[in-house]
C-alpha cells in the first residue's frame, strides 16, 4: 500500500509535466523508428503508447519510459521486408513470453557479467546507429532540407536560453512545420512515410499461420530482440538508479517489458524497450513516479489521434533534427577522453562492441564480442598472478617448489612452464597449498608436470593438494557449505 | 558497551515536539533514565523537482543531470542537517530546563520506522507525538505513523497530545487479556507511577472471568503499595473509558496495544485506534 502510493501519487504535478514533455519528444522518434523498421508510422506509434502505459503498471523501475525503441527497430528490418507487418507482430509478442521467461528465471542479475566498457560501447553504438538512421533522409536531397535540419538543431539548443518552460525540439517541430507549410516546400513530410494512427488502438492478433514454419521465421528475431530489449532496459534503469539514487526491480522489469510487449503486438505496434535519452529528459523534467511514463504513454497517444492531420504535414527535417538531438544526448562523450587515461583492455572492448555494433546492426552481437573479450582480458590479467619459487634442500638431494597464485586455463601452460624437467636430482617437493587449482586445466597441468618428473626418474611429492583444489567448487561443492570463505581464501 | 535504558524522545519539526519533550523530561527524571533526543530525517527520492521543461538533450547531458541532482541533494541535507539541529538543541534546552541533567540529541538518516527499530535495543521508554508534522495541516486525529511505528516495536511507547499537565491520577484501561496482565506487572514494577493513585478500569463485554481478573490485577498493584481504585463497567470501551478519564480527571491512560494483527484491524478495526482517537490524553501504550 505505502510503496503503491509512493510510485504513483508522491509526485503527481512533476510527473504530468514530465509525461507531456516525454511525449511530445516520443512522437518524432517513434515515427522515425517506424520508418527504420519500414512500417507504417502509426506501427510505431501504437506500440510507443501501449508499451508506456502497461510498462507504468508492470514495470519495476518508476520513472524509466519505454517505447517504440532504434536498437529494436534496426532489427526487425528484414523480418518486415522479407514476410511483412504480421510477422512483426507476431515476433513482437513472442519477444514478450521471451522476456517474462527471463524474468522469471531472473537473468536479470546475469547483467553483472556485462561491465562498463561494454556498457558504454552499447551506449555509443546505439547513438551512432540512430544517427545513421538518419543518412537515407539527408543522402539526394536539396539544400533547402539541409538549413531546416540545422535550424531544427539550433532551435533546440539555443531556445532553452529563452525559456525552460516548453520543450524546445516541439518549438522546432513546430517551427519548421509552419515555415514548411507557409512556402508550401517540396520536401517529405510525416505523411509521406505511411499511415497515421486515425483512431485509438484495437486488440487484434497478428494474422499468421499457427505453425512450425512461422516459428522458425519468428524465433531467431524474437529471441534477439528479447536479449537487447533487456539490456538497454537494464542499463537504463541502472542510469535511472544513479540519477534518482534509488532502487529498482530488475527482475521485475524483465516482466515488465515482457508483458509490455505482448500487449504491443496485441494492438498492431512493435517490440520496443526502455529508453535512455527518453528516461533522462523525463528525470531531467521532475518526472520520478510511475504516473510520468503513463501521463507520457497517454498524452502521445490523444496527441496523435487528435491533431493527426497536423502531424502528417510535419517535415521529416524537423525529425531528423531530433533524432540528431537524442543521438548526440545518447552518446557518451566523456568516453572518447577516456580511451588515452583508461586501460588499453577496457578501450578495446569498448571499442569492440562498438565496432561489431556498427557492422552488423545488432547491438546483442556487439554485447557478446564486448563481454567474451572482457573475459579474456580478465583471465589474462588473474593468470599473470601466479609465480613458482624454488629452492634446493638436503643438501641438493631434493628440490623444493612452492606455487602461490591462481593455476587455471589461462596459467597452466605458465604453470607447466616454471618447473626445470632436466635437473638431475633424487626427489622434488611440490608445494601447493599456497595456490588455487580453479579447474580441471590446472590440475591435468600438475599431473603433467608430476609424469614428466617422473620419467626423468625423479621422485615427486605434492602438498597440500587438497586445500589448492577446494577452489574447484564444482567438485567439491564447497560453495553451499559453511566455512566456505576460509577454505576458498584462508590458505 | 553498558546497555543504558534510555528513555527515547521522537521529535519531528512540529509543535507536537514541544509536549514530547516536557513527556520525556517527566519520564526521565521519574525513572531517572537518561534522555535522548532523535529526529529522524527522511530523504525522497520519489520526489522530483522539475523546472527544466526543455526537453532537449546535448553532449553529457547525464553527466551534468547527474552531477546536478546531487548538488541539490547534498544542499537540502545541509539545510535539513542544520534545521534540525537548532531544533533539538532548543528542545534540549527545554529539558534541562525541566530538571534533566543532561539530555543527548542525534540526528539519523532514514525512514522512522526503521530507525526506531535499531534503536529499540537500550531504549526502555519511546516518547512520540500522536500527531506530527503532516498532521497539522491535514488536521487527522491520528499521524499517519503512530500505528506503523507502534506496531514494529517491542518497548513501551508514550504518545502524546497537545498540552503538558504533569500526570497526577493515571488509568489502566484493563481487558483481562495477556497483554494487558503484563501491563500491569510493568506498571507495578515501574518507578514511573510510583505514588500516584492508580484507576483500574474494566469494560466491553462482560466476561465470567472479568471480577476474577480484576481482582488479581489489583492485588498485584496493592502489593507494589500502589493506591488502587478499581471499576468494573459492562458496555463499550471506548465510551466508557473517555468517559472516565472526563468525570475523573485522569491525566494518562495505560493500555496493551495492537494485540491483533494489522489485517484484521483493517477489516474489523482497531480498538487501540478507537481508543488512542477518543481519549484525548496521553496514553502509554505496552507492547
Known amino acids: 500500500m505505502k510503496s503503491l502510493r509512493q510510485d504513483w501519487l508522491s509526485n503527481i504535478r512533476n510527473d504530468l509535466l514530465a509525461g507531456i514533455v516525454v511525449a511530445l519528444a516520443l512522437i518524432p522518434e517513434a515515427i522515425a523508428f517506424s520508418v527504420i523498421a519500414g512500417v507504417d508510422p502509426k506501427v510505431g506509434l501504437y506500440a510507443s503508447f501501449c508499451i508506456a502505459t502497461v510498462i507504468a503498471f508492470t514495470g519495476g523501475r518508476p520513472g524509466m519510459i519505454s517505447a517504440a525503441t532504434g536498437a529494436m527497430a534496426l532489427l526487425m528490418v528484414m523480418l518486415v521486408k522479407e514476410h511483412g507487418l504480421q510477422y512483426l507482430l507476431a515476433a513482437t509478442i513472442l519477444t514478450g513470453v521471451l522476456q517474462i521467461a527471463a524474468g522469471w528465471l531472473r537473468l536479470g542479475s546475469l547483467m553483472r557479467f556485462v561491465g562498463r566498457a561494454v556498457v558504454i560501447g552499447f551506449v555509443n553504438a546505439l547513438a551512432i546507429l540512430i544517427f545513421m538512421a538518419q543518412l537515407p533522409e539527408l543522402t539526394g536531397v536539396t539544400w533547402v532540407v539541409y538549413a531546416m535540419v540545422i535550424a531544427g538543431l539550433g532551435i533546440i539548443y539555443l531556445f532553452p536560453y529563452i525559456t525552460k518552460a516548453v520543450p524546445s525540439p516541439l518549438v522546432a517541430i513546430v517551427v519548421l512545420t509552419a515555415v514548411a507549410m507557409y512556402f508550401g516546400m517540396d520536401i517529405r513530410t510525416v505523411g509521406d512515410m505511411g499511415q497515421l494512427p486515425d483512431s485509438l488502438p484495437v486488440f487484434l492478433l497478428p494474422d499468421v499461420p499457427l505453425n512450425w514454419e512461422t516459428l522458425k521465421i519468428i524465433f531467431p528475431v524474437s529471441l534477439t530482440l528479447a536479449v537487447v530489449g533487456l539490456l538497454e532496459s537494464m542499463m537504463t534503469a541502472s542510469i535511472v538508479d544513479d540519477l534518482t539514487d534509488s532502487q529498482s526491480n530488475k527482475n521485475r522489469e524483465c516482466v515488465g517489458q515482457g508483458i509490455a510487449n505482448i500487449a504491443s503486438g496485441c494492438v498492431g505496434g512493435m517490440a520496443g524497450c526502455a529508453m535512455i535519452g527518453q528516461s533522462v529528459i523525463n528525470v531531467k523534467s521532475g518526472g520520478r513516479g510511475r504516473l510520468s511514463t503513463l501521463a507520457a504513454g497517454v498524452f502521445l497517444l490523444l496527441m496523435v489521434v487528435f491533431i493527426g492531420d497536423w502531424v502528417s504535414q510535419i517535415p521529416m527535417a524537423a525529425l531528423v533534427a531530433v533524432m540528431i538531438m537524442v543521438s548526440i544526448g545518447t552518446f557518451n562523450w566523456a568516453s572518447i577522453c577516456d580511451l588515452r587515461s583508461h586501460p588499453k583492455s577496457y578501450s578495446v572492448v569498448m571499442l569492440a562492441t562498438v565496432g561489431v555494433v556498427v557492422a552488423t546492426h545488432d547491438l546483442a552481437q556487439g554485447v557478446l564480442v564486448g563481454v567474451l573479450l572482457s573475459g579474456f582480458f580478465f583471465a589474462h590479467k588473474v593468470g599473470m598472478i601466479m609465480y613458482v619459487g624454488s629452492k634446493s634442500e638436503n643438501e641438493g638431494r631434493i628440490r623444493s617448489y612452492q606455487v602461490v597464485g591462481q593455476v587455471f586455463f589461462a596459467s597452466a601452460d605458465r604453470f607447466v612452464e616454471s618447473f626445470d624437467f632436466k635437473e638431475v636430482i633424487e626427489k622434488v617437493r611440490i608445494d601447493v597449498s599456497r595456490a588455487h587449482f580453479w579447474d580441471v586445466t590446472a590440475v591435468t597441468a600438475l599431473d603433467k608436470v608430476v609424469i614428466k618428473f617422473r620419467r626423468e626418474g625423479t621422485e615427486v611429492e605434492v602438498i597440500g593438494l587438497n586445500e589448492a583444489s577446494a577452489t574447484m567448487v564444482d567438485r567439491f561443492a564447497v560453495h553451499d557449505k559453511e566455512g566456505a570463505e576460509d577454505l576458498l581464501m584462508g590458505h | 558497551m553498558k546497555i543504558e535504558n534510555k528513555v527515547l524522545a521522537c521529535v519531528d519539526l512540529s509543535l507536537f515536539a514541544d509536549y514530547v519533550a516536557d513527556y520525556a523530561a517527566w519520564a526521565a527524571r521519574r525513572m531517572d533514565a537518561p534522555l535522548k533526543f532523535l529526529h529522524v530525517i527522511s530523504r525522497h527520492p520519489e520526489i522530483g523537482s522539475g523546472e527544466d521543461h526543455s526537453g532537449a538533450i546535448g553532449i553529457g547531458s547525464q553527466e551534468i543531470l547527474l552531477t546536478k541532482l546531487s548538488e541539490q541533494d547534498a544542499a537540502l541535507a545541509k539545510v535539513a542537517h542544520e534545521k534540525g539541529r537548532i531544533f533539538l538543541n532548543r528542545l534540549r534546552e527545554r529539558a534541562i530546563a525541566a530538571g534533566v541533567a543532561s539530555p543527548d540529541m542525534k540526528q539519523r538518516h532514514g525512514a522512522l520506522e526503521e530507525t526506531l527499530v535499531e534503536q529499540e535495543d537500550d531504549v526502555r521508554l519511546f516518547v512520540l507525538g500522536r500527531r506530527g508534522e503532516s498532521a497539522e495541516v491535514t488536521n487527522r486525529d491520528l499521524g499517519r505513523n503512530v500505528e506503523r511505528v507502534v506496531r514494529a516495536l517491542h518497548k513501551p511507547i508514550l504518545t502524546v497530545t497537545e498540552g503538558f499537565t504533569e500526570p497526577r491520577r493515571v488509568m489502566i484501561a484493563f481487558d483481562g487479556g495477556s497483554l494487558a496482565r503484563k501491563g500491569v506487572e510493568m506498571v507495578a514494577a515501574s518507578p514511573l507511577f510510583r505514588g500516584l493513585p492508580i484507576h483500574l478500569l474494566m469494560s466491553g463485554k462482560a466476561s465470567q472471568d472479568g471480577p476474577r481478573q480484576l481482582e488479581c490485577a489489583r492485588q498485584t498493584l496493592e502489593a507494589a503499595d500502589f493506591e488502587v481504585i478499581s471499576s468494573l463497567i459492562p458496555g463499550d470501551t471506548e465510551r466508557i473509558v473517555a468517559q472516565a478519564i472526563q468525570e475523573?480527571?485522569?491525566?494518562?491512560?495505560?493500555?496493551?496495544?495492537?494485540?491483533?494483527?494489522?489485517?484484521?484491524?483493517?477489516?474489523?478495526?482497531?480498538?487501540?485506534?478507537?481508543?488512542?482517537?477518543?481519549?484525548?490524553?496521553?496514553?502509554?501504550?505496552?507492547?
Open chain 2, 248 to 287: 475523573q480527571g485522569i491525566d494518562m491512560l495505560i493500555m496493551g496495544a495492537y494485540a491483533h494483527s494489522a489485517l484484521r484491524s483493517l477489516i474489523l478495526g482497531s480498538k487501540t485506534n478507537d481508543l488512542l482517537r477518543s481519549a484525548r490524553i496521553p496514553t502509554l501504550l505496552l507492547r
